[in-house]
T-cell receptor, first 119, second 111 residues
Framework: GAVVSQHPSWVICKSGTSVKIECRSL??????MFWYRQFPKQSLMLMAT?????????EQGVEKDKFLINHASLTLSTLTVTSAHPEDSSFYIC???????????????FGPGTRLTVL | KQEVTQIPAALSVPEGENLVLNCSFT??????LQWFRQDPGKGLTSLLL?????REQTSGRLNASLDKSSGRSTLYIAASQPGDSATYLC??????????FGQGTTLQVKP
């Protein structure tokens, strides 16, 4: 099946530092990747849509200057949380759109998530 | 704006029981509907995807149905097992690929 990886799986950082999270599609090319955030006991909230070679599209209320997204290749998207603060502590999950591989439009496969804790 | 609701929020059943999880959505113009499983602290595992032109999909003990006209989908789990304990999420997709998630149903299957 379609495999998506994330790195790191968890990270603890001090307030004010920046953290980069990588999302990779391992066995397919993904023209579109999505970034979600999940707070404890809540569902996933879409943060942004990342398209290879173009600027990301952010959802309402998500600060694009704080959450920098780069989709430099068809297998890699990165999310950088800049000047992280404790309220940014969350579970960040990416997904990749497999429309080009399986022939099923818009089926998304998800990475294992990254647990960010900001002290 | 699409809204997705899942009922119940939590469910506890004895092992072996058949059960149904419910998902409703407000905008019937969906592209597809996807059911996921999430174990604590983990990412999402895709279980079933139903395209808008389909009415149901089956995989093993799982069967998902879709009724666009009523804005509902159900996930049927047959002969539940303790290993089925997890949070089950449904998500409605627009033609842009965006997924709108429900709040999830946390299932506990007791041995």
């Amino acid at each position: 099946g379609a495999v998506v990886s994330q790195h790191p799986s968890w990270v603890i950082c001090k307030s004010g530092t920046s953290v980069k999270i990588e999302c990779r599609s391992l066995d397919f090319q993904a023209t579109t990747m999505f970034w979600y955030r999940q707070f404890p006991k809540q569902s996933l909230m879409l943060m942004a849509t990342s398209n290879e070679g173009s600027k990301a599209t952010y959802e309402q209320g998500v600060e694009k200057d704080k959450f920098l997204i780069n989709h430099a290749s068809l297998t890699l998207s990165t999310l950088t949380v800049t000047s992280a603060h404790p309220e940014d502590s969350s579970f960040y999950i990416c997904s990749a759109d497999t429309v080009s591989r399986t022939g099923v439009n818009n089926e998304q496969f998800f990475g294992p998530g990254t647990r960010l804790t900001v002290l | 704006k699409q809204e997705v609701t899942q009922i119940p929020a939590a469910l506890s059943v004895p092992e072996g029981e058949n059960l149904v999880l419910n998902c409703s959505f407000t905008d019937s113009a969906i592209y597809n509907l996807q059911w996921f499983r999430q174990d604590p602290g983990k990412g999402l595992t895709s279980l079933l995807l139903i395209q808008s032109s389909q009415r149901e999909q089956t995989s093993g003990r799982l069967n998902a149905s879709l009724d666009k006209s009523s804005g509902r989908s159900t996930l049927y789990i047959a002969a539940s097992q303790p290993g089925d304990s997890a949070t089950y999420l449904c998500a409605a997709s627009s033609n842009t690929g965006k997924l709108i998630f429900g709040q999830g149903t946390t299932l506990q299957v007791k041995p």
